[in-house]
């Protein structure tokens, strides 16, 4: 296992993209990641402390942070707030108030009152500022980025937005709901829009149109590009006219989510020099065209610390991968050195 002693031996991502965009960790409520940030000394301590200088906290999906009427549980926020308030010169990003296409987190009790009816229009408009109001508001001053809202896009629906009780109810009033109470419970906050798969163009295209109309009633400040990626996948030619296109808004844009895929079958057991290299280079690709749209491009973060830590180790179902820069046990991998010269 690498100590911080030894984490201290190779070079800081965050200063050496600082005069570009910030760097940094999302995906910190990890179990792995929250266990490693508690021990002060361990590798993924070390690593985050060392390589950040922006942090992604996302112990705020609805149906955790909120799980029923009148009730809310901030037992997993209050010790990763607390990490981060050891370093005040780390900027936060607050993942996710409302997301409102994912059975699990979208809030649907919401949608029913004490006796199990269904709320009217109004009634589900005030629940969804409440929440959303009571999140942003307990931690005003404290976040300088929320993710309003997550995922809401699917191009393959007439009007563009996934399906779900709250598109039934509100349409795309819930989102204008959602920034105009987090704007409202902290002004000086920096909203966003997040959002997977953004450089299929029938979906970029549906992004860009939503991301436009919220700009222009002055509720968002930038757009997240989560840039849950393959070896392929986007290509760079694509992931160059992704950011063309978006920088177009003129807001801020941050890569939320970054890591690689390269096992997705599950057919290795284990990473070859080969593959390795090829992730490596797969990086090296990709921060090539961020560094193109540097000043854009404000924020680039990996989801997740180190290769124990990653979601895709379940998804969609359990194998072996190596998508993030640092392995199981901490160490820079060959992704990680690929990075070090901007």
């Not at 002060?40 to 009427?69: D, M, R, W």
């Not at 003129?250 to 895929?261: A, F, K, S, W």
Request: overall charge neutral; proline content about 5%; hydrophobic content about 40%.
């Amino acid at each position: 296992m690498v100590t911080s002693v030894a984490a201290q031996e190779f070079p800081a991502l965050a200063q050496v993209y600082a005069p570009h965009f910030k760097f940094g960790f999302g995906g910190l409520n990890d179990k792995v990641v929250r266990a490693g940030l508690a021990q002060t000394g361990s590798p993924i301590h070390s690593i985050v402390t060392q390589q950040s200088n922006i942090l992604g906290i996302n112990c705020f999906y609805p149906a955790q942070v909120h799980p029923k009427e009148g009730v809310y549980r901030w037992s997993d926020c209050e010790p990763l707030m607390a990490y981060a308030d050891q370093y005040p010169n780390k900027l936060r990003r607050g993942h996710v108030l409302f997301w409102p296409s994912n059975d699990r987190h979208h809030l649907e009790w919401l949608l029913s009152d004490s006796d199990g009816q269904p709320v009217t229009r109004a009634q589900a408009i005030e629940k969804l500022r409440n929440h959303v109001q009571t999140i942003v508001g307990r931690y005003r001053g404290r976040i300088q980025y929320w993710d309003v809202v997550n995922e809401a896009i699917d191009s393959q629906q007439a009007d563009g937005l996934r399906a779900g009780r709250w598109k039934d109810l509100l349409g795309e009033e819930m989102l204008d709901v959602a920034f105009s109470a987090a704007r409202e419970a902290d002004p000086q906050a920096k909203l966003f829009y997040n959002d997977f798969q953004e450089w299929r163009p029938g979906k970029r295209e549906r992004i860009f149109a939503l991301v436009q109309r919220l700009k222009a009633k002055g509720l968002i400040d930038g757009i997240g590009l989560q840039q849950h990626v393959s070896l392929t996948e986007p290509s760079v030619a694509e992931l160059d006219q992704t950011l063309a296109r978006f920088a177009q808004l003129g807001l801020e844009i941050h890569i939320t989510e970054l890591d690689v895929e390269a096992n997705r079958n599950g057919q290795l057991s284990q990473i070859t020099p080969e593959l390795d290299a090829a992730i490596a280079k797969r990086y090296r690709a990709l921060f090539d065209v961020y560094m193109k749209y540097a000043g854009k491009i404000t924020a680039v973060m990996n989801w997740n610390v180190t290769d124990a830590s990653s979601w895709l180790r379940n998804h969609p179902t359990p194998h072996a991968t190596w998508p993030l820069l640092f392995d199981a046990d901490g160490k820079p991998k060959a992704a990680f050195w690929a990075l070090t010269k901007p």
